[in-house]
């Protein structure tokens, strides 16, 4: 059931954080906070464990993830899943050619995501400032991914945004820079966004 779901989630917390509940929050009402989905996970520093822990007390049922669900979570990975899905992830043509395919997506709607142009995505393809061969390659890409269709390229592009723009991943590689100790090692033209950080992280496995 849900409820055993958030209360698995709340022991999970607890656990955690070494005693603490999720929905004590600023000394008001526990049984308030559970039903109106105030909490504070401030005291488990793990993000992954945060996602797993917010996804089990959700306040609305629905969205709470089964028991199978919540086990098949991140979060319960060994490194060697870590490293097979980032491998997988790494190597799927979407990420290996986002940054053409959000350049293609500017080119055709504008920054502002509203549809400024009459360019069919082949038209737009050439216009692209790639090489012929990068351009056929771009071209599987995008045919692969969203066929002929242009509302479906702005819901993609779209949607990268939406989970990579101003989430905990979109400034990585300004973070990484300020420790790294071979800064040259970063693809300055790597998307700063969750995307790129999947592409990046794959090539250090592949590569080293």
């Given at each position: 059931m849900s409820s055993d779901i958030q209360v698995a989630g709340m022991l999970v917390y607890y656990i955690l954080s070494g005693g603490k509940h999720p929905f004590d929050v600023n000394n008001s009402d526990r049984e308030t906070n559970i039903r109106e989905g105030n909490y504070s996970l401030t005291d488990v520093c793990d993000i992954v464990a945060q996602d797993l822990i917010k996804r089990m007390i959700n306040r609305d049922p629905a969205q709470r993830p089964t028991m199978d669900e919540a086990l098949q979570h991140p979060y319960f990975w060994d490194d060697d899943r870590k490293d097979a899905i980032l491998r997988k992830l790494g190597d799927r043509e979407e990420v290996q050619n986002y940054e053409h395919i959000y350049n293609l997506y500017k080119l055709m709607n504008g920054e502002g995501g509203n549809p400024t142009a009459t360019l069919t995505i082949d038209e737009a393809i050439q216009r692209l400032e790639i090489s012929k061969n990068k351009r056929e390659e771009v071209r599987n890409c995008i045919h692969k991914a969203v066929g002929d269709d242009v509302e479906k390229l702005q819901n993609l592009c779209l949607t990268v945004k939406e989970y990579s723009v101003e989430k905990?991943?979109?400034?990585?590689?300004?973070?990484?820079?300020?420790?790294?100790?071979?800064?040259?090692?970063?693809?300055?033209?790597?998307?700063?966004?969750?995307?790129g950080l999947v592409r990046f992280m794959r090539n250090k496995l592949v590569h080293e």
């Open positions: 905990t991943f979109s400034a990585w590689k300004t973070d990484l820079l300020q420790i790294w100790t071979s800064p040259k090692e970063i693809n300055p033209k790597t998307p700063e966004d969750l995307l």
